[in-house]
């Protein structure tokens, strides 16, 4: 004897309460999710009369401040460091511009030590950021 299935089920997930499962995560997601800002050191820029902006990708930031703390990319580093770092950099992207964030009470002796180990990892390409003078 020969016995045959009547009733025949599908399995199916369903989906209709699929758009807003997705619009919780995506709620969920842009409410949790944190983006990080370049902090970089407490520094006082000295005052320029004019300035110019180049794109993010195409700069890499070194800030410096009165206590001759220094950093790249969020990165303390010692003055012996610097050199490495930026030679790495370097090698990655040759048309780099390195925009030194220098505090205005830093001695030039410190700055011209800077400047010496930039030269070192062939970054020749330097900005030094000012604020634009305030009434000019």
């Not at 709620?27 to 902006?53: N, S």
């Not at 511009?97 to 930039?118: A, K, R, T």
């Amino acid at each position: 004897m020969k016995f045959s299935r009547t009733i025949k089920t599908e399995s199916q997930i369903p989906t209709g309460s699929m758009g807003d499962i997705v619009f919780l995560l995506l709620v969920f997601f842009m409410a949790t999710t944190i983006f990080k800002t370049e902090e970089g050191l407490t520094v006082t820029l000295p005052r320029a009369e004019a300035g110019l902006q180049v794109p993010r990708e195409r700069v890499t930031h070194v800030w410096a401040d009165s206590r001759g703390n220094i950093t790249i990319d969020d990165r303390f580093l010692t003055m012996e460091s610097v050199e490495a770092v930026l030679a790495q950099k370097m090698r990655e992207n040759p048309a780099l511009l390195v925009g030194c964030n220098l505090d205005s009470g830093l001695p030039y002796s410190f700055v011209d030590e800077l400047l010496m180990q930039l030269r070192k990892a062939n970054a020749i390409n330097v900005s030094f950021t000012s604020l634009k003078e305030s009434g000019t």
